[in-house]
C-alpha cells in the first residue's frame, strides 16, 4: 500500500500545479462587458444636470408590456373577457400569479370563441372605440393606415396591397364585395371579405361586422402571416386606425354610392 501511496502523490501535485496555472488564464476569459460601469436605481449620477441616473421615459415611448394591463384601450378585450381569460385581478402580491393550464391556456389565446352578435353569448371583444372618434382621429388613422397597412391590404382595405404582388400571403379582404373592378379574384376558402381568425374557431364573420376590438388585438399581436405592430403603433394610433378601416367599409357599402 506504501507504494501506491508514493506514486499517486507526486501526481497529485502536478494535477494541483496544472490547475493553479490554469487559473489566471480562466480569469482571462472574463469578458469585459461584465465589468462595465453602471447605476444601481435611483442612484445619483453626476454625468446629467438633474443628478438622476433613472432617466425618464422619453416621450412616445411605446410601452412593451401592454399585456400586464386589463384596461379594454391597450388589449381589445371586455373587462369580462380579461378576467375570464388571464384571471386577472390586480395581485396583492407580484408571486401571486396563478400558472395557467388546460382550459385556461386554451382561453389564453384570446382567440374568438364565441360570436358574439348572437344573443347569450359571452362577448370577447370590446364593440366600442375607448375614446370618442373625432376629425382629427380619423385623418390620423387614415394617415397611420397609409403607413402601416396600406402596403398589404391596399389603400382601400381589399387585401391587393403591393407585397403580395411578390409572393407574400394575400390578406383578408375588409370588404364582401370587390371594391374595384380590377380586383384580383382571390381564392378564399372563407369567402371575400369573411374573418379568417373567427373561421378558425367555426365562426363564420364579415370583417365589417368583426367588432373593433378584435382588429385591436391583431394589431397588437399580429395573426397568421401577418406580424404585430405593437411595437410600432402606439395603442391610441391602433383604434385610430380602425377608425379608418370602418370608415373604408362604410363608404363601400354606403348607398347610392358611386358604382
Ligand atoms: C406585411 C403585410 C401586412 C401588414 C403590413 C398588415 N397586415 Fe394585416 N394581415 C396580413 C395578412 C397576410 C393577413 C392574413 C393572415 C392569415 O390569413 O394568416 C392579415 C390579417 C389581418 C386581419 C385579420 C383578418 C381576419 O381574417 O380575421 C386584420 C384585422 C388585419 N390584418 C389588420 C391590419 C391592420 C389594421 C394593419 C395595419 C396596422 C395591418 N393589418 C398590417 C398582412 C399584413
Redesign the pocket.
Known amino acids: 500500500m506504501a507504494t501506491s501511496h508514493h506514486a499517486t502523490t507526486p501526481r497529485l501535485r502536478l494535477l494541483a500545479l496544472a490547475l493553479l496555472a490554469g487559473l489566471p488564464a480562466l480569469g482571462g476569459c472574463r469578458q469585459k462587458m461584465a465589468d462595465q460601469p453602471y447605476y444601481r436605481p435611483l442612484e445619483q449620477a453626476d454625468f446629467f444636470e438633474d443628478k438622476r441616473a433613472s432617466r425618464p421615459i422619453e416621450r412616445g415611448t411605446v410601452h412593451r408590456a401592454q399585456y400586464l394591463e386589463s384596461d379594454p384601450i391597450a388589449t381589445g378585450l371586455t373587462q369580462e373577457e380579461w378576467d375570464r381569460t388571464y384571471e386577472y385581478n390586480v395581485p396583492a402580491k407580484p408571486d401571486q400569479f396563478v400558472a395557467l393550464e388546460g382550459e385556461k391556456l386554451k382561453r389564453a389565446v384570446g382567440a374568438p370563441r364565441y360570436d358574439q352578435r348572437k344573443a347569450g353569448e359571452p362577448k370577447v371583444y370590446v364593440e366600442e372605440y375607448p375614446f370618442p372618434i373625432t376629425q382629427a382621429d380619423l385623418k390620423r388613422g387614415e394617415e397611420r393606415?397609409t403607413i402601416?397597412?396600406a402596403?398589404?391590404?391596399g389603400p382601400q382595405g381589399n387585401g391587393q396591397g403591393k407585397?403580395w404582388e411578390r409572393g407574400?400571403?394575400?390578406?383578408?379582404s375588409f370588404h364582401t364585395q370587390k371594391v374595384d373592378a380590377k380586383e384580383a379574384d382571390v381564392k378564399n376558402p372563407q369567402g371575400l371579405g369573411i374573418?379568417?381568425?373567427?373561421s378558425l374557431w367555426g365562426q363564420t364573420i364579415p370583417?365589417d361586422q368583426?367588432p373593433v376590438g378584435y382588429?385591436f388585438e391583431?394589431?397588437t399581436k399580429g395573426?397568421?402571416?401577418?406580424?404585430s405592430?405593437s411595437a410600432q403603433?402606439p395603442p391610441d394610433d391602433r383604434w385610430r386606425?380602425?377608425a379608418h378601416?370602418r370608415r373604408l367599409q362604410f363608404t363601400q357599402r354606403a348607398p347610392g354610392g358611386k358604382k
Open positions: 393606415y402601416y397597412c402596403v398589404c391590404h407585397i407574400y400571403l394575400i390578406p383578408t374573418s379568417r381568425g373567427y370583417m368583426a382588429y391583431v394589431i395573426y397568421g402571416g401577418m406580424p405592430y403603433i386606425i380602425i378601416v
